[in-house]
């Protein structure tokens, strides 16, 4: 069982940027592609974005592509994702996953985190 810790939240300006940061408890992630999701108020979750174990795959939706980036560092084991250039749009609950490779945590994640709220004023 993996347990996913996100943190990194917050409330910013439109054009603001943010990090978060997902790491897990008690286990080593090193081996899963992590992604991120998100949901906001009345909306089902949606992928924003994937990374494969070893990083060197990523994965992103359109809406944020070249805005956000996603990251890790095996070494700290920790996944982070950069988002910049914020929009009110982006406001969400984020979760972070793990899975087997990129198509599998996209589309049926073996693992959540708890989310962490995201909030973008305008």
């Known amino acids: 069982q993996v347990q996913l810790v996100g943190s990194g939240g917050g409330l910013v300006q439109a054009g603001g940027s943010l990090r978060l940061s997902c790491a897990p408890s008690g286990r080593t992630v090193s081996t899963y592609a992590m992604g991120w999701f998100r949901q906001a108020p009345g909306k089902e979750r949606e992928f924003v974005a994937a990374?494969?174990?070893?990083?060197?795959?990523?994965n992103y939706a359109g809406s944020v592509r070249g805005r956000f980036t996603i990251s890790r560092d095996n070494g700290e084991n920790t996944v982070y994702l950069q988002m910049n250039s914020l929009k009110p749009e982006d406001t969400a609950v984020y979760y972070c996953?793990?899975?087997?490779?990129?198509?599998?945590?996209?589309?049926?994640?073996?693992?959540w985190g708890q989310g962490t709220q995201v909030t973008v004023s305008s």
């Open positions: 996953a793990a899975g087997r490779n990129t198509m599998a945590v996209k589309d049926a994640p073996d693992y």
């Open positions: 990374i494969s174990s070893g990083g060197s795959i990523t």
